[in-house]
């Protein structure tokens, strides 16, 4: 029975953390699937660890918790995960990142993993932007950002995927596997690093629309102007890049 392993990194989440759990563990999924999760507390503060620790032992086997005793970013508590379902997975297993928010529907797993049922397709990435509109200014300044990220990460890979810093990035076993050690981005950064090493291994990348929900910066959302920087700089250095980055000198990084 294959298993899609769930990997969500965790950052000082409030009282949505539990309804997110459940969400994934009850996710519908098609037949014969079954759904574990990886959490990743990425340095927590106290009170935060605490209850993402009692959300976790609460939540039954199907969860694992690891913790990271300083916050490193999403992208350490991402590889971390990976790591951790590579180390277990089977090779008909897939692994899908989730956010510890409600921002995202598990509700979308079954069309996400539905798209594998093409056995030419490697990943399938979540898009946003089809049927969601932008009713606000700050949603509209999110999505032309993302759009612009989107357009030049194409430009360099030539994936011609419509929403490459979507959080749902599905990859089957073998496919993790073999972009796993072009990974070295911590923080947001890991989004496009990902997009690049997909297309540097020639992966097909399918696409599935998904709901999207987004919190604001006083709901907790973390990333920043400068993530998108960061990110413009990794679309960059990774379409020069021919070596993965632990077998690279810091100075060519």
């Known amino acids: 029975m294959p298993i899609l392993h769930v990997v969500m990194p965790v950052f000082n989440e409030g009282p949505t953390l539990a309804e997110i759990v459940r969400r994934v563990l ?5 037949a014969g699937w079954s759904v574990r999760l990886v959490m ?18 609460n939540s039954g086997s199907g969860v694992q918790l690891i913790v990271h005793p300083h916050n490193r970013g999403k992208g350490a508590a991402l590889m971390t995960g990976f790591s951790t379902v590579l180390a277990r997975a089977s090779g008909t297993d897939a692994m899908l990142v989730q956010d510890a928010d409600l921002e995202y529907d598990p509700a979308d ?13 490697g990943a399938v990435f979540g898009n946003r932007w089809g049927g969601n509109r932008e009713r606000t200014n700050y949603r509209r300044l999110h999505a032309f950002a993302n759009r612009t990220l989107t357009w030049v990460s194409n430009r360099a890979t030539g994936l011609g995927v ?7 990035k599905l ?9 796993q050690p072009w990974l070295s981005e911590e923080r947001f950064g890991i989004e496009p690093q990902i997009a690049a090493a997909l297309a540097r291994a020639h992966i097909r990348v399918a696409e599935v629309p998904v709901k ?3 919190r604001t910066f006083a709901e907790g959302k973390k990333i920043r102007w400068t ?3 960061r990110a413009l700089w990794v679309i960059v250095r ?13 100075t060519h990084s």
């Open 26 to 30: 009850e996710a519908p999924m098609p």
């Open 40 to 57: 990743i507390d990425d340095g927590s503060r106290p009170d935060a660890a605490q209850a993402t620790a009692s959300c976790a032992s």
């Open 109 to 121: 797993f079954r069309a996400l993993v539905d798209a594998l049922a093409d056995p030419s397709i």
């Open 162 to 168: 419509h929403d490459m810093e979507c959080c749902y």
């Open 171 to 179: 990859l089957r076993i073998p496919v993790l596997r073999t972009v």
């Open 212 to 214: 999207y929900s987004p």
């Open 227 to 229: 993530d998108g920087v």
């Open 238 to 250: 990774e379409r020069l890049r021919r070596n993965p980055p632990h077998t690279t000198s810091r």
